[in-house]
């Protein structure tokens, strides 16, 4: 049976809209797989499908059942509130931000109703979120927040390259001391768990070093010896699979090859750069740990193009298609 999957819009200034919308409109095969419905404001899809289509019918709803079968004509989107202004595109403001974090909150909602099966995301721009006094940085601190969720992660797939990431936003020079060594264990614990909920039945994990060359023995650095080597022995010990420390410039590329299932990344753009440089429009972002999946797009918000019917929305579809395909039940995904 096809499942229903939720599809937030994002920062409605940004290019999340047309991302959504282009997704629906011209991909067929997402109704082969699920019955999308939209979580944001009819107001404001309605603002940009005429530069996509003029033959779609948008229907807002304020409940989800079976009764509602979406297909590539009608638009079901969920909220319960009418627009009077609809925020400009590419101007970072509060009203934005509020938007964006409403249609999340009633993601979640749904989601823990039981009435989708997992959801889509947009992407969110965390200025307007800060404007909007939303007390949440991205979104899966909301997400993990809201759902009293513990060690959520983020998984980024790209063809055969998996990257989990240790870290997210830190500043640079934050990173090193943000290494610890039961940190580390912990998420090569879970990194090896949740490849098992991918169907990966004996998960074989890379740990990517933070210094040139893994720190040549200590010469470009010791964080490899005091830290993650250690992690790398104490997780071997618990029965994780693990290798490393492999030096960043080739650790991504043997993961593509095959080497290894999945790679955890240190940091940020770490992970980013890679995953961003083999296919920046079909990578996607799933957040394993919450008692649902939540899948995404890779970028950004993309304020400079936003209303100007020039985003690509493939990491969109991709994600859509992701959240159809490993959707588990609730009772069944920890």
Not at 255 to 275: M, N, P, R, T
């Amino acid at each position: 049976m096809k499942k229903y999957i939720g599809i937030t819009i994002g920062d409605p200034s940004g290019v999340g809209p047309e991302i959504v919308l282009k997704s629906l409109l011209k991909h067929d095969e997402i109704y082969e797989i699920c019955y999308p419905i939209v979580f944001g404001n009819k107001e404001i899809l309605s603002k940009y499908i005429g530069n996509i289509s003029d033959t779609i019918d948008i229907v807002q709803i304020d409940k989800i059942d079976d009764s509602i079968l979406p297909h590539k004509n009608k638009i079901f989107c969920y909220s319960k509130e009418k627009l009077e202004n609809i925020p400009s595109p590419g101007v970072i403001d509060s009203e934005s931000g509020r938007l964006a974090y409403q249609a999340i909150e009633d993601s979640i909602q749904s989601l823990m109703n039981e009435e989708i099966s997992a959801v889509a995301t947009a992407p969110i721009n965390k200025e307007a979120l800060k404007k909007a006094q939303i007390p949440f940085l991205d979104h899966t601190e909301i997400f993990t927040k809201k759902t009293n969720s513990k060690n959520t992660m983020t998984l980024f797939m790209t063809g055969n390259l998996r990257i989990f990431f240790l870290t997210r936003h830190l500043r640079f020079s934050e990173i090193s001391s943000a290494l610890k060594i039961d940190d580390i264990v912990l998420n090569l614990k879970n990194s090896s768990k949740y490849l098992k909920k991918l169907g990966i039945k004996n998960p074989k994990i890379a740990l990517a070093a933070l210094n040139p060359h893994a720190g040549e023995s200590g010469m470009f650095g010791d964080e490899e010896i005091g830290v993650l080597t250690p992690a790398i022995n104490i997780a071997k010990n618990n029965g994780i699979d693990v290798y490393g420390p492999i030096a960043a410039d080739s650790v991504f590329h043997l993961c593509k090859e095959g080497e290894f299932d999945a790679v955890l990344s240190l940091y940020h753009d770490q992970g980013h750069i890679a995953a961003k440089t083999l296919d920046f429009y079909k990578t996607i972002s799933l957040t394993m740990g919450l008692p649902f999946l939540r899948t995404s797009v890779d970028h950004g918000t993309a304020m400079d193009i936003a209303g100007k019917n020039s985003a690509n929305e493939i990491s969109m579809v991709e994600a859509i298609k992701a959240a159809a395909e490993y959707g588990w039940d609730l009772e069944k995904y920890e």
